[in-house]
């Protein structure tokens, strides 16, 4: 389910528990509104507001740490790319085979890993040939001097920290926010809302004041859950930099 269809069934909810707490203060009698009532309803509010600020600090922040993560793992890999490809150009017209290859392959790569982490599904690593064949062609240079043999054994060191950032895309990948978890505190937030509109006036005034107030709650679960999946929607990390990182030859 998407951040924006989810968030739009989490606002109904909460903008919904403002009507649940209109419609329980016109069935219940006065004596179950009176003063210690009110007392008492106020208190365990804000007890569940506190709850409810500190998971939605919590969440943000953690879904914030993610985003930035991952973001910080895709400009590695970029950088080790354009690491390979500056290492082999000092190797010599030998290399230029394999720098022609890594340009056919980056779109590639590219395009596989913002689709393993968009579907959302648990999947099984599996190497891409074309990384195994840069790595078999790098291995089938022969150096002839010992500047070309340093820049080999550079770019062997480039190719495989690209291999590891590029497994840590994939196994910090999905990881999505539980369902229980929303909902539960989904369930706090429209029962806050639901005792503040018990004691409130019902007008117009006020329902708006309190959608407003439901806006403001939604937009931070559209936040968390836009954050946590950083390769699709509104705040995708962009592929550009990755795959204009190389001019061409």
């Known amino acids: 389910m998407s951040p924006l269809l989810t968030s739009l069934m989490a606002f109904l909810c909460i903008f919904g ?17 009176s003063g210690d009532t009110k007392d008492i309803v106020r208190q365990g509010t804000g007890l569940i507001a506190t709850l409810a600020s500190l ?12 985003f930035e993560a991952q973001s910080s793992q895709v400009k590695q890999l970029t950088a080790n790319v354009v690491l390979l490809d500056n290492t082999l ?6 290399a230029a085979p394999i720098r022609a290859q890594l340009r056919r392959e980056i779109p590639v790569m590219a395009d596989r890993i913002w689709s393993e982490n968009h579907s959302g599904k648990a999947q099984t690593f599996k190497a891409a040939d074309a990384g195994v064949s840069l790595y078999d062609e790098i291995l089938k240079l022969s150096p002839q001097t010992e500047a070309q043999r340093f820049l080999q054994a550079r770019a062997m060191d ?13 196994t910090n990948g999905g990881g999505s926010i539980p369902i229980p ?5 989904i369930s706090w937030l429209t029962l806050i809302f639901a005792s503040i509109s018990l004691f409130a006036e ?5 329902i708006a004041i309190l959608c407003i107030f439901s806006l403001s709650a939604t937009a931070s679960i559209f936040l968390i859950l836009e954050l946590s999946q950083p390769f699709t929607g509104l705040m995708m990390i962009s592929d550009e930099p990755l795959r204009n990182a190389l001019t061409a030859l």
Do not use: W
Request: aromatic share 8%.
């Open 17 to 33: 528990g403002t009507f649940l707490g209109i419609f329980l203060r016109t069935k219940l009698p006065g004596r179950h509104l």
């Open 55 to 66: 998971v939605l600090g919590l969440l943000i922040a953690s879904a914030n740490a993610k």
């Open 89 to 94: 150009t000092l190797y010599g017209q030998e």
């Open 158 to 170: 480039a190719i495989n920290d690209a291999g590891k950032t590029r497994l840590l895309l994939f």
């Open 181 to 185: 978890f929303l909902v539960v505190l």
């Open 202 to 206: 019902s007008n117009a005034r006020a």
